[in-house]
């Protein structure tokens, strides 16, 4: 009877340092995923993109920018640029840019591109990706 029990102890404390060693590697898996989208918020912060800002054909600035995983083009352009804006109904509207103004009596305005097409809505709303490339212009309407 005596070596009956000393099986069952010795088959419960086996019982026992396997489930430790199981629970010690799950959480250590738990651990790793953890830090995982750590590493992921690091590449997040080095997107980059390229700003170009133009008086007509003249070129005033062209800079490379990093910025975070949705950024909006304007967010990008205010941290870069000394901007003038005024939030409107239809979003957000450029005055100046590195002080360079609009000019309303000559009908010039900015406008911007991103990668040489034209932005279908205001720089507010626009997400930035990797590489893109933002063209403002103060062009003549």
């Keep these: 009877m005596k070596n009956s029990k000393w099986k069952e102890l010795g088959f419960a404390s086996f019982v026992v ?11 250590n898996n738990a651990t790793q995923n953890k ?12 997107l980059k993109a390229t700003f ?3 008086n007509g054909d003249d070129t005033l600035a062209d800079k490379e920018v990093t910025f975070k995983e949705g950024a909006t083009v304007f967010e990008v352009l205010d941290a870069n ?3 003038k804006a005024e939030d ?5 509207y450029i005055k ?3 002080g360079v103004e609009e000019d309303t009596s000559a009908s010039k305005f900015w406008l911007y591109t991103v990668n ?12 930035l990706k990797d590489g893109d490339k933002v063209t403002w212009t103060l062009s003549a309407m």
């Design 81 to 83: 640029f000394e901007v």
């Design 116 to 127: 040489d097409k034209m932005a279908e809505v205001d720089a507010g709303e626009m997400t």
């Design 52 to 54: 170009e800002i133009k």
């Design 88 to 92: 409107t109904d239809y979003g957000k």
């Design 17 to 27: 340092l396997a489930l430790v060693a199981c629970g010690t590697d799950i959480k």
């Design 35 to 46: 830090e995982a989208p750590a590493t992921a918020d690091v590449q997040k912060e080095e």
């Design 96 to 98: 100046a840019i590195d």
